[in-house]
């Protein structure tokens, strides 16, 4: 079993429509949570980032976590054909030590206009 | 503007050769990663570099090697011992391998003909 699991879609919506997007994880250590963004062919970017249970809201954009399920998602609300990318969630321990960040395996998302 | 140069965007390999892949930061991090992506397995950490002249194996350094000589630079060495070498390859660096924020590079895609 993966320490990460995202279901890798693809997932087609139309403009304007609520898009979520969901990880689970079994490493109990994992404390900080973040969001990457990637366009085709290009590095991931920052997109949200989260530390331990909560939700937080930037724009159209809403990370939650609930480290009780072990479960983290973003939602995109008002999708827009800009957003069609490939969506990867990330999480590492805490602790003053190094802690590798281990990401999912991706989920494709398509935004139809 | 600062940032993470990644060079070559493609670049085609010969079966036996080593290859060299170049990665660039004028952020002043002191932390550099490279990481591979194959489709639908996420990102994978071969090394990473907390400080000058020091590095670490990740997840699957076999048939990789690197440098850290410079501050700004990491290199990346596509060995003939790696038995899979066709992927996509991005470098990443961050504050220090505490800081959650990492930021990427445009990336490499090797093909091995």
């Known amino acids: 079993q993966k320490e990460v699991e995202q279901d890798p879609g693809p997932l087609s919506v139309p403009e304007g429509a609520i898009v979520s997007l969901n990880c689970t994880y079994s490493?109990?250590?994992?404390?900080?949570f973040m969001w990457y963004r990637q366009y085709s062919r290009k590095g991931p970017e920052l997109l949200m980032y989260?530390?331990?249970?909560g939700n937080k809201e930037d724009g159209r954009f809403t990370a939650q976590v609930d480290k009780s399920s072990k479960y983290i998602s973003l939602f995109i609300r008002d999708s827009q054909p800009s957003d069609s990318a490939t969506y990867l969630c990330a999480m590492r321990s805490g602790g003053t030590s190094y802690g590798k960040l281990t990401f999912g395996q991706g989920t494709i998302l398509t935004v139809h206009p | 503007d600062g940032g993470i140069t990644q060079s070559p965007k493609y670049l085609f390999r010969k079966e036996g050769q080593n290859v060299t892949l170049s990665c660039e930061q004028n952020?002043?991090?002191?932390?550099m990663y490279w990481y591979r992506q194959d489709p639908g397995q996420g990102l994978r950490l071969i090394y990473y570099?907390?400080?000058?002249?020091?590095?670490q194996k990740g997840d699957i350094a076999e048939g990789y090697s690197v440098s850290r000589e410079k501050k700004e630079s990491f290199p990346l060495t596509v060995t003939s011992a790696q038995k899979n070498p066709t992927a996509f390859y991005l470098c990443?660096?961050?504050?220090?391998?505490?800081?959650?924020?990492?930021?990427f590079g445009q990336g490499t895609r090797l093909t091995v003909v």
């Open positions: 570099s907390q400080i000058v002249n020091d590095f």
């Open positions: 989260t530390y331990s249970s």
């Open positions: 990443a660096s961050s504050i220090s391998t505490r800081d959650t924020e990492a930021f």
């Open positions: 952020l002043n991090h002191d932390a």
């Open positions: 490493n109990s250590a994992f404390q900080y």
